[in-house]
């Protein structure tokens, strides 16, 4: 069970808690926004992320078709909106004891609570393919698709390995089906995942939907695939296989664990939490996200994770609030086309069963955002409603929301 691990709350303090937040993607954000909701003065946040800006990913996959660079939010004017500090550095080693964040130039950053969601490291999966880190997604795959529109790329593959999240795949796929369709263009595509079916952690109903999709795109599904380079364009799918040729790959990257030193990590370096995302052997440290054990690497997990955790701080600090587990609920979309409608799925998680599977066409909780996130939804959708202001990028509000325009 997810609460089964879980630690008594914290006494109340009668002093702001120094919270440090390690990150700067969804769960980060999320974190911070949670805590300012609810804790308000009751704490002290610091915001530590290696990179700028926040790069909204969720629509990363429509980059090479649109043409358009990912939108990306200024961390350090996010910090200033909410009277928060920000450090522009990484979080390298924790002294869990001491309560001290060491950082990878040289800063001591002393904590009541740190919150860890820093993501997962990423690694190359297949050598030789065009190996996809979706945050460059863009720069990635735009000359591939110039490939295909000449007519220079007749078959791809696209590789999922584990441990991955697959879900990009899938939607590049269909992506580019319906790109070549449009452009008049043959070509054959498949997608070698290493999946038992088709987004399986979501459940039966989730993946029947998916295989649905697949299959009237055209596209070949190989499952429980464990794809190698076999040379020449070539890769052997299933171990023994025969060789399938191909004149492109594409494949996702590896996921890893984070690697901060002090840290207990599960066998694959990912971060062991408590249904409270608290980090499991460490006290007052809490993890949220992709850089935890939880099979399911979405920004809503992240989102959903960093509400209670920051629940529990806000409570520990001192607000009037029964702070609720994490309860393992994944609610979202996969694109099947800028023009087509989107397959939403829903499903809770417990202990790497999926429960409660259903997909369709409509959302099943309301969500219209990419990131169904209790707090940053709402705060992007009306930064992308408002305009300009300080968001930097060409996209407007109806790129996220509603369709994409070629």
Known sequence: ???????????????????????????????????????????????????????????????????????????????????????????????????????????????????VAVGARRAAAVA??????????????????????????ASIAFVAPRPTWPLPVYELALLLREHARENAVEVKLSILTAEAQPLAVFGADVSAAVTEVLAEAEILTVLDSDAQPAGDGALIAQTGGEPLRFDRVVALPRLQGPAIGGLVTDAEGFLPITAHCELIGAERVYAVGDATDFPVKYGAIAAAQADAAAAFIAAAAGTPLAPAPFDGAVHGFMLRGRRLPRLYFSARIEDGVAHDSHAGEEPAHGQEAKIAARYLGPYLDELWASGARWLSGPWSGSDVLGGVPS
């Open 128 to 153: 030789g393919a065009v190996n996809v880190d979706i945050p460059n997604g863009y720069e990635s795959l735009r000359l591939l698709l110039d490939e295909i529109d000449s007519g220079a790329v």
């Open 1 to 115: 069970m997810l609460g089964s691990r879980s630690r008594d709350s914290q006494e109340p303090s009668t002093e702001p808690l120094e919270v440090v937040i390690a990150g700067g993607g969804v769960g980060a954000l999320e974190a911070a926004l949670a805590l300012h909701q609810l804790a308000g003065d009751r704490v002290r946040l610091t915001l530590v992320a290696p990179a700028a800006d926040f790069s909204y990913q969720p629509m990363a996959v429509l980059e090479p078709f649109v043409r358009r660079e990912p939108r990306r939010l200024p961390l350090a004017r996010f910090a200033s909106e909410l009277g928060i500090d920000f450090v522009q550095d990484s979080v390298t080693s924790v002294e869990c004891e001491r309560g001290v964040a060491h950082t990878g130039g040289g800063r001591l950053l002393h904590y009541d609570s740190l919150v």
